[in-house]
Nanobody, 114 residues
Framework: QVQLVESGGGLVQPGGSLRLSCVAS????????MSWYRQAPGKERELVAH????????NYADSVKGRFTISRDNPKSTVYLQMNNLKPEDTAMYYC???????WGQGTQVTVSS
């Protein structure tokens, strides 16, 4: 079955960086578009970034453009989210999502605080 396992979250100071990873299994990863979403306490889950396959075309939420980069390593069945210049408002649970299967990972917590 489809499985998505995120890692890489943690506590970081404002201006810092983190790289999230999502390892996928149970499907042909290279054929499927992948997304990162986030949900802050009391707020709705929102799309952060998406990467299309096989073109690798990406799109981002306006709030993260220029700071976050989504990428993928198809041989490793992994999608990444590089987050730079983190801000307190980036604090949220971050989720990996495969829309084709409507499948979510368990999430990884990112906290940006001094």
């Amino acid at each position: 079955q489809v499985q998505l396992v995120e890692s890489g979250g943690g506590l970081v100071q404002p201006g810092g960086s983190l790289r999230l990873s999502c390892v996928a299994s149970g499907f042909t990863f290279s054929s499927i578009g992948m997304s990162w979403y986030r949900q802050a306490p009391g707020k709705e889950r929102e799309l952060v970034a998406h990467i299309i396959s096989p073109t690798g075309i990406t799109n981002y939420a306006d709030s993260v453009k220029g700071r976050f980069t989504i990428s993928r390593d198809n041989p490793k069945s992994t999608v990444y989210l590089q987050m730079n210049n983190l801000k307190p408002e980036d604090t949220a649970m971050y989720y990996c999502y495969a829309a084709h299967f409507n499948s979510w990972g368990q999430g990884t917590q990112v906290t940006v605080s001094s």
